[in-house]
């Protein structure tokens, strides 16, 4: 199975200030296709979790500009520009390239 | 919009079953593939299973640790998904989740599974 590994584990940030989380993958990425399907999710506090970004870099419809995804190959970055209140949750990352689909471990982004 | 609600979920024994339903709306159902994660009580993300579309054959794939217990199923008519669970034991006390394609685009509010005698 592809092991994704995430770092750092927690993340406390100050309001306004950036955060960026790593992802990276034990192996390549890349699909025969040519497509990278590396995705980020949100978990806020007692809800479901919620796609953000998928194949690396596209940001899902309503998702503020504030977050963005980057990388290629084995090693992938979600950065939010500036932390505003409502970002508190878990994130994490998912291949869908090599089955199964595997997650890695969730970022504890919280408020300082 | 995407929506997708889960139901079925209860207290159940260890060795019983149990059937989750995904019934989804604001897409057409039938021209997507279906799948199912869960996520157990304190824990992170994990992917149980997927079905393709029927243009795709319809098939299955299934994560390790529930292939040949669980069992993935679609109905295109009424838009629902199915997730029948059998021999269920302790470690599938979860809230599981559907989505929409492999690539999880949209989720349910998810449905409570408590294995436990």
């Known amino acids: 199975d592809v092991v994704m590994t995430q770092s750092p584990l927690s993340l406390p940030v100050t309001l306004g200030q950036p955060a960026s989380i790593s992802c990276r993958s034990s192996?390549?990425?890349?699909?025969?296709?040519?497509?990278?399907?590396l995705n980020w999710f949100q978990q806020r506090p007692g809800q479901s979790p919620r796609r953000l970004i998928y194949?690396?870099?596209n940001r899902d419809s309503g998702v503020p500009d504030r977050f963005s995804g980057s990388g290629s190959g084995t090693d992938f970055t979600l950065k939010i520009s500036r932390v505003e209140a409502e970002d508190v949750g878990v994130y994490y990352c998912?291949?869908?390239?090599?089955?199964?689909?595997?997650f890695g471990q969730g970022t504890k982004v919280e408020i300082k | 919009e995407v929506q997708l609600v889960e139901s079925g979920g209860g207290l159940v024994q260890p060795g019983r079953s149990l059937r989750l339903s995904c019934t989804a709306s604001?897409?057409?159902?039938?021209?997507?593939?279906m799948s199912w994660f869960r996520q157990a009580p304190g824990k992170g993300l994990e992917w149980v299973g997927f079905?393709?579309?029927?243009?795709?054959?319809?098939?299955?794939e299934y994560a390790a640790s529930v292939k040949g217990r669980f069992t993935i199923s679609r109905d295109d008519s009424k838009s629902i998904a199915y997730l029948q669970m059998n021999s269920l034991k302790t470690e599938d006390t979860a809230v599981y989740y559907c989505?929409?394609?492999?690539?999880?685009?949209?989720w349910g509010q998810g449905t409570l599974v408590t294995v436990s005698s």
């Open positions: 989505t929409r394609g492999v690539a999880a685009a949209g």
């Open positions: 604001g897409f057409t159902f039938g021209d997507y593939a």
């Open positions: 079905i393709r579309s029927k243009a795709y054959g319809g098939t299955t």
């Open positions: 192996q390549s990425l890349v699909y025969s296709d040519g497509n990278t399907y």
């Open positions: 194949k690396v870099s």
């Open positions: 998912m291949q869908g390239t090599h089955w199964p689909v595997t």
